[in-house]
């Protein structure tokens, strides 16, 4: 394997998924709850709190399919073919969105838009699993931080270039459906673009043809049975649902509450995104040579915290938004990526697709908890105001502190067990 992974063809491989990784990010820029364009098409819509936490959810909980798709690569034999497939599915259900508001109004809007999410992001949790594994046989264990690091480039590079552009277009034109149209069919192209990268890539089948053919239930606990991966778990349910209870709310607090411009909000995460480009590479290079632990202790530890620095933020101390803003992209990236490298090193080779895919399901549920929960407790609080250290906390802000502590227990706790093992990490 390892000559595979070094020869030019695999480089060559590499690329393409790097290429089609590109497209991912504009992708998942323009897409994401999170992201400028669809907080700014939802509030066209007339979503409120409770639907944006409905549909946060979402991703999460078709997630929990992604253990099934195991048995759908092992009957089709191609992996490369089941990956488009999905692919291809997953981009139209999501392109559907824009004709919503063409064929029915009112909250009839928003459940067309669940249900195209739903089936949206099914697809697209189904190939989940199969093109991370088929990716990362073309890489070389002793380059995987800074190559992966490197997609976490090229995802806030397309930020940088669409955030600006689009924030700037939203704050004119938000109230007309024919600039939601454009920007939607323009994404089309990089979807284009991401399966012809798959097309050109070879299908590397051996693990599935040579796999044992386990029954399934027996396959499930696998990864159960495996010590350390069995705490990785653990940590993955406890910290996406800490994280997901506060991520999804980000641009809709800065709109809603701090009344903020897309624009500005587009140039501080521009910024915000430069920096991450340039901080990427050393942290990928960090873990691989100090160690994921020490990588995920220091960078999860410094997200968590800015988290709590999220329910700071008022329209009295707006001053912190732009430095809140910075640190939470670049400490984000850098839990990303060790919890990504953490994955795979504390996975089984011979099943990382089934420890994959398993321990994204099981995240899952927790994570569709998380966006509910917290936007159940934003509606519970929303006309509450608590004076703490002569500073009115509202009910974002109240989750936003809930996250961040949460986020920190877990990595703490983690970070201990790591610590204790006896291979260094």
């Given at each position: ?24 990010a ?58 488009i ?23 009839y ?64 034109y938000?109230?007309?459906?024919s ?17 012809i ?24 606990l696998?990864?159960l049975?495996?010590?350390t ?14 994280r ?20 500005y ?116 609080l ?16 109240i ?14 706790v ?12």
């Amino acid at each position: 394997m390892k000559k595979i992974q070094n020869s030019i063809k695999s480089k060559n491989f590499r690329k393409l998924f790097l290429l089609s990784s590109f497209s991912v990010a504009f992708y998942g820029n323009m897409y994401g709850l999170g992201g400028i364009l669809m907080t700014s098409f939802l509030l066209y819509l007339g979503a409120n709190a409770r639907d944006i936490g409905i549909l946060a959810a979402l991703p999460s909980l078709t997630n929990l399919l992604q253990v099934l798709s195991i048995r759908i690569y092992e009957k089709a034999k191609s992996r490369k073919k089941v990956v488009i497939f999905f692919t291809i599915f997953q981009y139209i259900f999501f392109y559907l969105i824009i004709i919503i508001p063409k064929i029915t109004t009112g909250h009839y809007q928003i459940i067309l838009l669940i249900v195209c999410f739903l089936f949206g992001h099914l697809f697209r949790a189904m190939k989940g699993s199969g093109i991370l594994e088929w990716n990362n046989f073309f890489v070389p264990a002793e380059i995987k931080g800074k190559y992966y690091s490197n997609k976490n480039l090229f995802s806030n590079l397309v930020y940088i270039m669409t955030s600006l552009i689009v924030g700037k277009i939203l704050d004119v034109y938000a109230d007309s459906y024919s600039t939601y149209l454009v920007l939607f069919l323009i994404t089309a192209v990089f979807s284009i673009i991401e399966v012809i990268g798959y097309v050109k890539i070879d299908d590397y089948n051996e693990d599935l043809i040579v796999r044992d053919k386990t029954k399934f239930r027996h396959m499930l606990l696998l990864p159960l049975k495996n010590k350390t991966y069995r705490y990785f778990m653990i940590f993955s349910l406890s910290w996406f649902f800490a994280r997901s209870m506060a991520m999804p709310y980000y641009t809709f607090y800065s709109k809603i509450v701090l009344n903020l411009d897309y624009m500005y909000i587009a140039l501080i995460g521009s910024i915000t995104g430069l920096i991450k480009m340039f901080v990427a590479n050393p942290f990928g290079n960090l873990g691989d040579k100090k160690g994921w632990r020490r990588t995920l202790q220091f960078m999860g530890l410094a997200f968590a915290f800015t988290n709590i620095m999220w329910g700071l933020i008022n329209e009295k101390s707006l001053v912190l938004y732009p430095f809140v803003i910075i640190l939470t992209g670049i400490f984000m990236i850098g839990t990303n990526i060790a919890i990504f490298n953490l994955n795979i090193e504390l996975s089984s080779s011979k099943n990382r697709l089934l420890f994959f895919g398993f321990n994204a399901s099981l995240t899952a549920i927790f994570s569709f908890v998380g966006p509910n929960l917290a936007s159940f407790l934003m509606d519970k609080l929303r006309d509450v105001n608590i004076n703490i250290f002569n500073m009115n906390v509202n009910g974002y802000q109240i989750v936003f502190f809930i996250s961040g502590i949460l986020q920190g227990i877990a990595i703490f706790v983690f970070a201990i067990y790591l610590k204790s093992l006896e291979k260094s990490i």
